[in-house]
Structures are given as structure tokens and as C-alpha cells.
């Protein structure tokens, strides 16, 4: 709710004020009550990675990823924005896209970068404002040492050299969420340079790279600056400000224009976004306005650099005239919006046009680009060193500290994954792991992996499989049963299921029986699962052969039609439908599924490895 207090609410004793809403057609400054905030702090993870963030506890095994999956690929099908990109596929034989990336992510930090007012955005409005926030005159902005910690893990984590010595500027332009008329920013002297980023396979939704292999793309330099108010529209004439906002510590990740496929930059923003999350430099995601995106984008007619060498972004000589689309919310919208503006400048250079240097907007769901104003330069914004704030001075022992203590990046955990013999994993079931649930899913599986290690270390035989077979119960089994439910370990602890899978590869129990057992430890069965076997008798009491043979015999005698399919029109996959009588007719845990199948196809006379 917002609040408009009067200025007697200003008491001269106490240093933090918040302003409260502004007109557009006043700005009349007005104060509203003292600074006050309870922090919470946020739990640290090992890995927090999202694939696609606001689909994280929606789609949280793998069945809802496909049919996720599937259903974009059925509305790019029919979106316009897709159809023009794929009718203007010939052109792009002539035509070259080339797109750099400006990423600005809110830190993951108790106090503002210029104030001790807390960086909380999701407090009531004007809650969290200091003088200097509020541009109040005399105010002085004073750095939080400790803002700067969170934004050394993330410039590391993307490989980015740390610059001894950095400082802040201004830099000048004037808008209504903007109360000083100036950010503080890091333009001549950045805190990290010269970072690189890889795109390996995995990290694109259908597991191929435009590429076809590794995509390496250079950052040019991470800056810390600070955040501009919140703008609250409340239609027709009415706009609002949150200056809880003001001052929030970011950082801005400035990439190489070195991407030349939408698919590349979505992915870019994508993996950027998990990497941040991955080291807890930021813990909001573009689901939560926490990391927001533009992109620089240009066309040139391939081999024909020379021509236009006049044109250069971030030192890159050669480029067609770029235009820069603001604010971009989701990864959906990176990929959206540059297929829409590349077919704009395409179509214009075609007909003889030429490309305007501006800045741009995108809505989801629109069919182009819109003009927002013209691109500011340089001289536009008079950047100048901000005189009221020193240097900042980086210790090397500091940066060799957070180096060696840096969380297992995504690459390295899905390379630990699926390399070696030990989890053996497929890289799409490692990738699904880390992007679950902030990195939950992967630590759930790692427990419940070493637990099974320990009970079963004596029986190597059994564990021959292990890390395959518990990813497939933790991604599948456990992860059907939170289809609509956010994800929570304590539901079935990682002992629980490492009790259920080491029954079931010691076969004492039957996959049947182990689904079940999940499902009662789910609906909150506080037996042991070793007891509920015992209880249930559900341990596994398989039938003899001679009883395996009698009763596929009788099932074979009463379906001709299916065992005529099996045969004569070799439709092998229907044995499963044998398998499955099998295991219903008979008493639970009697029937193992593999045993069933084995007898049936001997009494069928099937070919040998038909089956698999």
C-alpha cells in the first residue's frame, strides 16, 4: 500500500526518511515514516540453478519437462513472430545477425550499495529508503563494503579477471525514477574484465548447439552500479514510485557482440542467470524482475565488413548500425525480440532503407519491436568521475579466498555427472538435475546416492547401475508425485529412498512395491520403509519356475489374437502386456518383471534380444 505522509513525519533525529508516491505531473516530494526492516537471510546453497526459472516447481520431473517442451514447440509452430523468422531463413544466407548482451542482476545483499537502508524490494513501498537514496540535499553516499563480496564471486564464477582498483561515475540523464538526475555506475574503471562464458550443448533446451558444439563468448566487463526507483502505472495519468528500490546494488555483465543465433543469446542469458544463482551473488531471477536483459542488434550483409568499418560496438569494427532493446523479462522474450528486430533491419536494408541508431521496446506476444527514442551516446550521458566516492582497492588474498571457495560451477557438476562410472548419467539427466529447484533436486540426489553407496558397499554386484537407477527415481517416481507441489526433501527424507532403491537392487522387493512404498512415505507414513515391507508383507516371495511357466501358459492360451501379433507381425513390444497380466494376477511381490518376460519369450520362441 502506498503512503502519503506529511512532512512532519521527517524527524530530524533519525537518518533514514522514505519518500513517498510522486505524480508525474508534480514530482511534489513527500515523506513517510522512519526506516525500518527486519532482514532475512537467505539459505546459501551448493548449487542454485534454474533451467528455465519460472518453470522451476511447475515442471519438476522429467515427463513435465517433455510434455513442457512439446507444447512451446506446438505454439512456436503457430506464433508469428516464429513463422516470419522462418520465412526469412533464405535472407539469413545473405544476411549476417550479430548481437551483444547488457545483463543487469540485483546482488544478493543485506544492505544498499550507498546506504545502510535494507535492499529489500518486497517490503511495502517506500519502507527501505536513506537520505541519500532520496537524493536529499547534504546527503553523501557511503559504500557498503560488503556488496562488493557477492559481486566478486558472481565476476569469477564468469571468469573475469578483478581489477585492483576500480571507481564510480555518474553518469547523467533525467527520469522520473531517477531522483538525483545521475546513476552511479563503473564506466572507465570496471571492479572484472575480460570474462568468457561457454555454451556447451547441454545448456540449449534440445541438447544441439547452433554450433554444433562449445560456443564461447567473451565478456568484455562487470560493473557495479546502483538500481533506479520502481515505477507503479495506475492508468489513466497516474504513476507511482517505490524508491525501496533505489540504490539496490547490481551488476552489469557487458558480453562481446559475438552471437550471431537468437537460440545462442537465449541460452547466453540462460546459463548467466544460473551461474549467478550457482555461486548466491543473486537469488532473484528474471521471474521476479531481479535480472532484466537488453540486447544489441545488428545485421550486415556477410563479406562485406569493409564496406561498413565505420560501425563498432565494444571495439568490434565492421558491424551494421545496431539498435538496443531495453528491459527484456524472460529468456523467451531475449529470443523473441531479436528474431523480430533482425527480420525489421533485414526488411529495411532491403527496400533501401537504412537502420536508425535507437532503443527499442518488446511485449511478449508482439509481432516486432517498437521505437522507444534515440540512442544515447556517450556525450549524451557526460559520464564523469563521481567525486564524493574513493576508489575501491581489491586485495589479491581476497580474491584468491573467494576463488577457493567458489560452489561446483553447472559445467563441472554435469561433467562429475556423467564422466566416470559413478553416477553415469545422461547429460540430459544431469542438466535436468541441476536446473531443479535451485540446485535442491541435484543435493537430494547426491545424498540419497551416498547413503545407497554406504548400505550396499558390500555388495558391489548391486551397485552396478546405482547412479542411473536413483536419478531415475528421483527425476521420475519422486518427481511425478510433486507434479503440483513445490519441492520439499523432508517429504521423503534421502534415507527413505535410499532404503526403498537398495531393496529394490537387492531384490527384495519388486519396482511395483518399491512405487508403492514411495507413495505411503509421501502421504506421510512415519514407519521405517524396512518396517512397512515387514508389515505389509510386502517383501518379495518370487514364484518358482515351474509356477512362472503355468502362468504365462494360461495367459498365452486365453489372448491367440496377442501372441499372433508377438509372432507372426513381430510387435515384440506387446510381451509387456504379458508382463504387466502377469504381475496382477499373482499375489504382490510374487512376480519380478524381468523373470516374467524371460519365460514368455522362451514359450514364444522369440529371437533373442528382441526385447530390448
Given at each position: 500500500m502506498f503512503v502519503r505522509p506529511t512532512l512532519a513525519a521527517l524527524a530530524p533525529a533519525r537518518p533514514y526518511i522514505c519518500p513517498s508516491c510522486l505524480h508525474r505531473a508534480t514530482f511534489q516530494p513527500l515523506i513517510s515514516s522512519p526506516y525500518t526492516s527486519a532482514l532475512v537471510a537467505t539459505r546459501r546453497r551448493a548449487l542454485h540453478t534454474v533451467g528455465n526459472p519460472s518453470t522451476d516447481h511447475d515442471a519438476p520431473?522429467?515427463?513435465?519437462?517433455?510434455?513442457?517442451?512439446?507444447?512451446?514447440?506446438?505454439?512456436?509452430?503457430?506464433?508469428?513472430?516464429?513463422?516470419?523468422?522462418?520465412?526469412?531463413?533464405?535472407?539469413?544466407?545473405?544476411?549476417?545477425?550479430?548481437?551483444?548482451?547488457?545483463?543487469?542482476?540485483?546482488?544478493?545483499?543485506?544492505?544498499?550499495?550507498?546506504?545502510?537502508a535494507a535492499s529489500s524490494t518486497n517490503d511495502a513501498p517506500n519502507t527501505h529508503v536513506a537520505l541519500f537514496d532520496a537524493a536529499f540535499p547534504g546527503s553523501q553516499p557511503h559504500f557498503q563494503i560488503e556488496t562488493l563480496i557477492p559481486a566478486l564471486r558472481a565476476a569469477l564464477a564468469l571468469d573475469c579477471e578483478i581489477q585492483p582498483k576500480s571507481s564510480f561515475d555518474r553518469k547523467h540523464y533525467f527520469y522520473q525514477d531517477q531522483p538525483a538526475g545521475y546513476q552511479i555506475t563503473q564506466y572507465y574503471e570496471p571492479f572484472a574484465r575480460d570474462g568468457r562464458i561457454t555454451l556447451h550443448p547441454h545448456d540449449f533446451p534440445n541438447g544441439i548447439s547452433p554450433q554444433g558444439g562449445p560456443i564461447a563468448i567473451d565478456i568484455k566487463q562487470v560493473q557495479m552500479e546502483q538500481d533506479t526507483a520502481k515505477t507503479v502505472h495506475q492508468p489513466p495519468a497516474t504513476h507511482l514510485l517505490d524508491f525501496n528500490r533505489v540504490s539496490h546494488p547490481l551488476i552489469e555483465i557487458i558480453t562481446l557482440p559475438q552471437i550471431h543465433d537468437p537460440t545462442t543469446a537465449a541460452a547466453c542469458v540462460r546459463k548467466i542467470q544460473r551461474i549467478l544463482r550457482s555461486v548466491d551473488a543473486c537469488t532473484a531471477g528474471m521471474e521476479s524482475g531481479g535480472l532484466r536483459?537488453?540486447?544489441?542488434?545488428?545485421?550486415?550483409?556477410?563479406?562485406?565488413?569493409?564496406?561498413?568499418?565505420?560501425?563498432?560496438?565494444?571495439?568490434?569494427?565492421?558491424?551494421?548500425?545496431?539498435?538496443?532493446?531495453?528491459?527484456?523479462?524472460?529468456?523467451?522474450?531475449?529470443?523473441?525480440?531479436?528474431?523480430?528486430?533482425?527480420?525489421?533491419?533485414?526488411?529495411?536494408?532491403?527496400?533501401?532503407?537504412?537502420?536508425?541508431?535507437?532503443?527499442?521496446?518488446?511485449?511478449?506476444?508482439?509481432?516486432?519491436?517498437?521505437?522507444?527514442?534515440?540512442?544515447?551516446?556517450?556525450?549524451?550521458?557526460?559520464?564523469?568521475?563521481?567525486?564524493?566516492?574513493?576508489?575501491?582497492?581489491?586485495?589479491?588474498?581476497?580474491?584468491?579466498?573467494?576463488?577457493?571457495?567458489?560452489?561446483?560451477?553447472?559445467?563441472?557438476?554435469i561433467k562429475m555427472l556423467t564422466e566416470g562410472e559413478e553416477y553415469n548419467l545422461t547429460s540430459k539427466d544431469a542438466s535436468t538435475l541441476v536446473s531443479l529447484d535451485d540446485g535442491a533436486r541435484l543435493e537430494y540426489y547426491l545424498d540419497v546416492y551416498q547413503l545407497l553407496h554406504l548400505t550396499l558397499r558390500s555388495r558391489p554386484e548391486c551397485l552396478r547401475g546405482a547412479g542411473k537407477v536413483t536419478g531415475n527415481w528421483v527425476l521420475m517416481e519422486l518427481g511425478a508425485l510433486f507434479k503440483n507441489e513445490i519441492w520439499s526433501a523432508d517429504r521423503v527424507p534421502p534415507n527413505q529412498l535410499a532404503s526403498i532403491i537398495s531393496h529394490l537392487l537387492q531384490k527384495k522387493i519388486t519396482g511395483r512395491t518399491a512405487k508403492l512404498l514411495l507413495s505411503l512415505k509421501f502421504q506421510g507414513d512415519s514407519r521405517d520403509v524396512a518396517q512397512i515391507i515387514v508389515d505389509e508383507e510386502m517383501a518379495l516371495q518370487p514364484l518358482s519356475q515351474e509356477e512362472y511357466i503355468e502362468?504365462?501358459?494360461?495367459?498365452?492360451?486365453?489372448?491367440?489374437?496377442?501372441?499372433?501379433?508377438?509372432?507372426?507381425?513381430?510387435?515384440?513390444?506387446?510381451?509387456?502386456?504379458?508382463?504387466?497380466?502377469?504381475?496382477?494376477?499373482?499375489?504382490?511381490?510374487?512376480?519380478?518383471?524381468?523373470?516374467?518376460?524371460?519365460?514368455?519369450?522362451e514359450l514364444l520362441n522369440l529371437p533373442p534380444g528382441k526385447l530390448k
Open positions: 520431473f522429467r515427463k513435465t519437462l517433455k510434455d513442457a517442451a512439446k507444447q512451446r514447440k506446438r505454439e512456436r509452430s503457430g506464433d508469428s513472430v516464429h513463422q516470419a523468422s522462418k520465412a526469412s531463413e533464405p535472407r539469413l544466407q545473405k544476411w549476417e545477425l550479430t548481437v551483444g548482451i547488457e545483463i543487469h542482476a540485483e546482488l544478493n545483499t543485506a544492505r544498499k550499495l550507498f546506504s545502510s536483459a537488453d540486447v544489441n542488434v545488428s545485421v550486415r550483409e556477410r563479406h562485406t565488413q569493409a564496406a561498413q568499418v565505420g560501425n563498432s560496438y565494444h571495439g568490434v569494427t565492421g558491424l551494421g548500425q545496431r539498435t538496443e532493446i531495453k528491459n527484456l523479462a524472460s529468456v523467451k522474450a531475449v529470443e523473441d525480440a531479436i528474431i523480430a528486430e533482425r527480420d525489421r533491419q533485414i526488411d529495411i536494408l532491403e527496400s533501401g532503407g537504412v537502420i536508425e541508431g535507437e532503443t527499442r521496446g518488446w511485449t511478449l506476444g508482439s509481432k516486432s519491436t517498437k521505437r522507444l527514442r534515440g540512442k544515447e551516446g556517450e556525450i549524451d550521458y557526460r559520464y564523469m568521475p563521481d567525486p564524493d566516492i574513493a576508489p575501491v582497492l581489491v586485495d589479491k588474498d581476497l580474491v584468491a579466498h573467494l576463488q577457493s571457495t567458489l560452489y561446483l560451477s553447472t559445467d563441472d557438476a502362468l504365462a501358459q494360461r495367459l498365452l492360451v486365453e489372448n491367440p489374437n496377442i501372441v499372433k501379433d508377438i509372432v507372426e507381425k513381430k510387435q515384440y513390444k506387446k510381451v509387456k502386456w504379458f508382463v504387466g497380466q502377469m504381475i496382477g494376477k499373482a499375489a504382490e511381490g510374487k512376480v519380478e518383471p524381468i523373470a516374467a518376460e524371460t519365460v514368455i519369450a
